[in-house]
Nanobody, 126 residues
Framework: QVQLVESGGGLVQAGDSLRLSCAAS????????MGWFRQAPGKEREFVAA????????YYTESVKGRFTISRDNAKNMVYLQMNSLKPEDTAVYLC???????????????????WGQGTQVTVSS
C-alpha cells in the first residue's frame, strides 16, 4: 500500500498559479488511479480531478475545467495538480488519494479511493 505526502500549497492572490505535488511511497504506485480532492472550512470534501493509472485519461470537476491540470510521473511516483487562474473559492485543504479504478475514465464513481494524504493548504486572497 502506498503512502502519500502532499506539498506545494501556500497563500496566493486571485489569478495566480500554484502547482501541488503528491509524493507516493511504495512500488505499486502505477497500479493506482490518483485523485485530488479539497475541503474548505465547514464544507464537505469535494472531488477536484483524477488521472488513470497510465495517465492516459483524466477527469475534472466542472468548476476547475480549463484552469487545473492533473498529471503523473510513474517513474518518480509523483502526481501533480497545476492550478492556474486561482479564485478565492479555490481556498481549501487539498488532498491527494490513491484508488482502484473500475472503468476507462477515472470519474468520482469509478475509482474506489483507499489511501489518503494529510493535505496541503491553499489560500487564495481576493
Amino acid at each position: 500500500q502506498v503512502q502519500l505526502v502532499e506539498s506545494g500549497g501556500g497563500l496566493v492572490q486571485a489569478g495566480d498559479s500554484l502547482r501541488l505535488s503528491c509524493a507516493a511511497s511504495g512500488r505499486t504506485f502505477s497500479s493506482y488511479a490518483m485523485g485530488w480532492f479539497r475541503q474548505a472550512p465547514g464544507k464537505e470534501r469535494e472531488f477536484v480531478a483524477a488521472i488513470s493509472r497510465s495517465g492516459g485519461s483524466t477527469y475534472y470537476t466542472e468548476s476547475v475545467k480549463g484552469r487545473f491540470t492533473i498529471s503523473r510521473d510513474n517513474a518518480k511516483n509523483m502526481v501533480y495538480l497545476q492550478m492556474n487562474s486561482l479564485k478565492p473559492e479555490d481556498t481549501a485543504v487539498y488532498l491527494c488519494a490513491a484508488g482502484y479504478q473500475y472503468g476507462v475514465v477515472p470519474t468520482p464513481t469509478s475509482v474506489q479511493y483507499k489511501v489518503w494524504g494529510q493535505g496541503t493548504q491553499v489560500t487564495v486572497s481576493s
